[in-house]
């Protein structure tokens, strides 16, 4: 058993589904109170913040991370219980296991080790921790990051604990993440009885055209650090349940994951062109969730890296793939943001797990890149 090890599954023990903290943050905090931090607990609603510093002046590097979890699904289709941590052929299972509550042990235990070589190090550590990221994420950094701007804090350096790997640890990071923007269609018909199709509009067949066409478009090519901006229908819903009523309303819940190619405004305007164009009645409400940011050559990203090839002797792998992280709030303040955690096979599934081998390997990566940052 590592230090690491040990911290996770006591993280893991507290079911701490999104927003709830359920007392990680407490656990926490006792352990960088020792280490001489200084703590400021900042809770909007029903979101647990910590903000917590060890030094002074610049740089100011920042360890990011989030305690809360996605639900678990159906209880009866885990192999244990998701809130008992359990360990089989050298691997940890529960919920949170993986995302990413073995980034914030890893961190933790990697400042520790750090502060007892170096206490008087240059410089500022940081951790922010919120338990709104799997949730509306609108009580958590976002607001922390707020709260920091107000007080005139920036942080220079930040390293999200991100289940970033794909295969093995350290193949791949995240350096930059796609921007985020939520489409939510209402397309107005009028209800009415489908022996009468003629006393009715079924909006329906009237989206069939707009929406063929919005999925059909190619919306850019991306580039050198993007993949190609998508849009994708999640859900559609019309309907009383009887099948003898043409529906009033149809709604569409869509997504669009976009490059630097893009801009908000921009795939908006195109939305409601296309609807425009097909002649369909509707409402639309768009929200944007995060804009497209990228980290390119710089002190962060170098420390990351080579301390990936010291300790595990690989080139990694830079990516912008994947969904959305806390570091979309974070990087518009001018911080470099870098994403390195353990793999994310499992993450967000049943039987949720991590290597155990891997715990301790991502403590030393982010022990050496906090050296390298600070020194």
Same mark, same amino acid.
């Given at each position: ?34 280490? *001489?931090?200084? #703590?400021?607990?900042?809770?909007? +609603? =029903?979101? &647990? ?6 030094? $002074?002046? %610049? ?92 007080? *005139?804090?920036? #942080?220079?350096?930040?390293?999200? +604990? =991100?289940? &970033? ?6 193949? $791949?990071? %995240? ?201």
């Amino acid at each position: 058993m590592s230090e690491t090890l040990d911290l996770t599954i006591e993280l893991v023990k507290r079911p701490s589904i999104s927003p709830r903290d359920e007392g990680c943050q407490d656990i926490i905090i006792k352990r960088l109170e020792k280490l *001489g931090f200084q #703590i400021e607990r900042l809770n909007f +609603g =029903e979101t &647990s913040n910590l903000w917590a510093t060890h030094g $002074t002046g %610049k740089p100011l590097f920042a360890f990011v991370g989030h305690t809360d979890v996605v639900p678990t699904g159906p209880l009866e289709d885990w192999q244990s219980p998701p809130f008992e941590p359990t360990v089989r052929d050298g691997k940890l299972y529960g919920r949170g296991t993986a995302d990413m509550k073995c980034g914030i042990a890893a961190f933790v235990t990697a400042i520790e080790r750090f502060l007892r070589k170096d206490a008087a190090h240059a410089g500022t550590i940081a951790v922010l921790i919120t338990s709104d990221e799997e949730a509306e994420s609108s009580d958590g950094t976002i607001k922390v990051v707020e709260h920091l701007t107000r007080q *005139g804090i920036v #942080i220079d350096h930040c390293l999200v +604990g =991100e289940p &970033s790997s794909s295969d093995t640890i350290g193949d $791949t990071i %995240k350096n930059g993440r796609r921007g985020s923007l939520h489409c939510l269609l209402k397309i107005i018909g009028q209800q009415g009885h489908v022996a009468y199709p003629e006393k009715a509009l079924n909006p329906v067949h009237s989206a069939m055209g707009a929406l063929n066409e919005l999925v059909s478009i190619q919306w850019d090519e991306g580039n050198q650090y993007f993949p190609p901006t998508s849009f994708q229908i999640s859900n559609i819903h019309a309907g009383t349940g009887a099948d003898n009523v043409i529906p009033g309303v149809l709604n569409v819940v869509s997504n669009f994951r976009f490059s630097t190619e893009q801009n908000a405004e921009k795939l908006q305007a195109a939305v409601e062109a296309v609807l425009q164009k097909h002649g369909v009645e509707y409402e639309a409400k768009f929200k944007l969730s995060g804009l497209p940011f990228l980290t390119d050559e710089g002190k962060l990203l170098d420390a990351v890296t080579s301390s990936i090839k010291k300790i595990v002797g690989i080139d990694t792998l830079l990516s912008t793939a994947g969904g959305t992280s806390d570091g979309r709030l974070i990087a518009p303040t001018g911080a470099e943001v870098v994403e390195l955690g353990v793999i994310n096979a499992s993450i967000h599934k049943i039987d949720e797990h991590v290597d155990i081998h891997d715990l301790d390997v991502l403590s030393e990566m982010f022990e050496l890149i906090v050296e390298k940052m600070l020194r």
